[in-house]
């Protein structure tokens, strides 16, 4: 038997909060995969929404390309505000 | 960067069914968040998409008077520091379009609304940049003002734009941190130098007071902004808030700040301040700022100049594309 489609599975937990990456479900389509996902990942209240996204419409980096992919953010301290002295009698900055 | 509410908010139409209107309205008043796909009032929607957009444009805006300095920084440290600075506002005006998209309106309905002049935008990038010290008082005052409004706005009801926040404000310390050490180099610095750093802030002080809005009595949108916890606190909360922290700041500096009404009023325990010339604002609002053709022209260069990059980024995936199907 071929496997239905892998779907990647978001809850957010409660309002104001992004959905996280929880896990994956197999389903036919997107309607049962969100009721799989109800099922397998929010049995205890752990969510207030859900989205299904199929597993391969996403594009992920290769690690094995890590280094290079994030180097830029590397040797950039200044971005960080501990970078900057101020007085410590100069509040609130 | 940020922008406050500048055009009239819509009134609550009498269509809304008043069941949901009310439900809305308790959970809005019991603090929870509302999220895109949530049931919203046409008004609420309408307002928060303006607020959104128009705080995505000020980030856009605010890059072009730094954007002029990066040439011309005094060295290489301070070169690579304002590029970094100028980068995190692009990537502000991206998250905050993302936020506003989530409401209906499309990422090019916005930008053509800001390029048409359509949209409003901070009135403080309207005021020129004339010498380095500028971009001192830009990152201490201008951003100061900004995180003052925008802390509270990480609590604002709609989810998305309180994200948005989140991270806004997680990155936007190091820029008044670093606009207050070139104050401070300045200040420190030669006769000529202090100087400079004095006629900033005397440019700079009233218009960054101006950035939280008009005083509360003529700010009609407030109460039903609060009411939505669209807004946290008042314009003129907000503004006697900053002039409390940044007075001290400017004393350290060895500064005086161009207000000869200022004075610590012991009995309220704030300072004083003087009376901001709203007609200023107004007309700046208007779109009559001393650079406010000038920014808008140089953001549409920008938009011309880019397309090319625009049209072999489409070329490039059309090509990817075909190699792939194949």
Redesign the interface.
Known sequence: MTDWPLWEVFV?SK????HRHVGSVHAPDAGIALRHARDTYTRRMEGV?LWVVPSAQITASDPSDDAAMFDPAAD?V????T?????D????? | MYTTELQKTASLGATEDPERLAAFEARVAADEFIEPKDWMPEAYRRTLTRQISQHAHSEIVGMLPEGNWIGRAPSLRRKAILLAKVQDEAGHGLYLYSAAETLGTSREEMIEALHSGKAKYSTIFNYPTLTWADIGAIGWLVDGAAIMNQVPLQRTSYGPYARAMVRVCKEESFHQRQGYEIMMVLAAGTPDQKRMAQDALNRWWWPSLMMFGPPDADSPNTAQSMRWRIKRETNDELRQKFVDITVPQADALGLSVPDPALRWDKARGHYDYGEIDWEEFYAVVRGEGPVAKERIAARRQAWEDGAWVRDAAAAHARKHGRREAA
């Open positions: 957010r309002g104001g909060l992004s929404s950039k200044y971005r960080h505000p970078f900057y002295t101020v007085p009698d100069v509040k609130h900055i």
